[in-house]
């Protein structure tokens, strides 16, 4: 079947806001989750023969590969880590500060 533009009752224009609005939500959700799914599940140090090592799990049944003894460069990896893994699970900075329906005219 064949439909021609006629044939659809546009939106309001509260709604084509609202709709536009919700696509740039979602596409920023989206983006966040990929980028979050791409990184490891976890970083954690581990004592092997009485020093530390930083271990990385890409995967819950990982059980971890080491990417060497703690020194400045694994616990700046580590803190980097921790940090976009954070900032990738806060809440998106548009959802704060717009609402999606303006209530009042």
């Not at 271990?55 to 049944?61: A, E, G, L, Q």
């Not at 893994?85 to 548009?94: G, N, Q």
Request: hydrophobic residues 30%.
């Amino acid at each position: 079947m064949n439909y021609s533009k006629s044939d659809f009752t546009p939106f309001l224009r509260d709604s084509q806001r609202v709709s536009a609005n919700l696509e740039q939500i979602y596409r920023a959700w989206l983006d966040a989750r990929r980028q979050f799914d791409s990184m490891p599940v976890s970083m954690f140090w581990a004592d092997k023969d009485g020093a530390d090592y930083l271990y990385i799990k890409f995967s819950s049944t990982d059980n971890g590969t080491s990417v060497g003894p703690r020194n400045p460069d694994t616990e700046k990896q580590l803190a980097g880590f921790t940090q976009t893994k954070d900032e990738l699970k806060a809440p998106i900075p548009c959802l704060k500060t717009k609402p999606l329906i303006s209530w009042h005219h």
